[in-house]
């Protein structure tokens, strides 16, 4: 065909190429960086794996694609139910502790300091590794007789003052 120029069709192939790699970035880009903090959740978020002190409120959010990672942390008061905790009382006397339920919630201002010191199980290291040893400690301090008649009603407010002043002290 006359008048057509060669060169302007490839030109037009590369720039359109061009384009579509761009465009392809750009939405990976934002798939990438577009995420969602739940209802009773916030974002923690962590840039090149070193966990930074920025928090988020629920809604939708943009990071850093490709750099950031985040985290949804639970803020609610959350239920656990724990493994069997084994005792030993003051007399010898082994016994287990079954269906142990613990109820823990975090403050927002504190989260960012936890999971630094303690990691993202920080409720485990801070709550129920510190139930199960407080637990074990009354019992060892205490005769099966005193564990389970006398002071059988004891050991929850025992635990949970022991717990509440060794988090407190953090």
């Known amino acids: ?3 057509l120029d060669p060169g302007g069709n490839i030109i037009c192939k590369l720039a ?12 990976a880009c934002m798939v990438d960086s577009y995420h969602k903090i739940n209802e009773g959740h916030v ?6 794996g070193a966990l930074r002190d920025k928090v988020t409120e629920p809604g939708v959010h943009f ?4 750099f950031e ?14 493994d069997p905790i084994v005792s030993i009382t003051k007399d010898g006397i082994e016994n287990t ?28 290291v801070l709550v129920f590794d510190r139930i199960k040893e407080d637990l074990r400690i009354f019992c060892a ?8 008649n006398t002071m059988f ?18």
């Open 141 to 148: 301090n205490h005769t099966i007789d005193e564990v389970y």
């Open 1 to 3: 065909m006359p008048g």
């Open 97 to 124: 502790f079954r269906e142990v339920t613990a109820i823990t919630t975090i403050r927002v201002d504190k989260l960012v300091m936890m999971a630094k010191k303690y990691g993202m199980e920080f409720k485990k």
């Open 63 to 66: 990071l850093m694609p490709f």
């Open 16 to 27: 359109s190429a061009v384009i579509a790699v761009v465009l392809a970035i750009f939405i």
């Open 43 to 48: 974002g923690i978020y962590f840039k090149h």
């Open 69 to 82: 990672d985040y985290e949804e942390v639970r803020i609610r008061p959350e239920t656990f139910s724990m």
């Open 153 to 170: 009603l004891d050991i929850v407010s025992n635990v949970r003052e022991n717990v509440k002043s060794s988090i407190s002290r953090l």
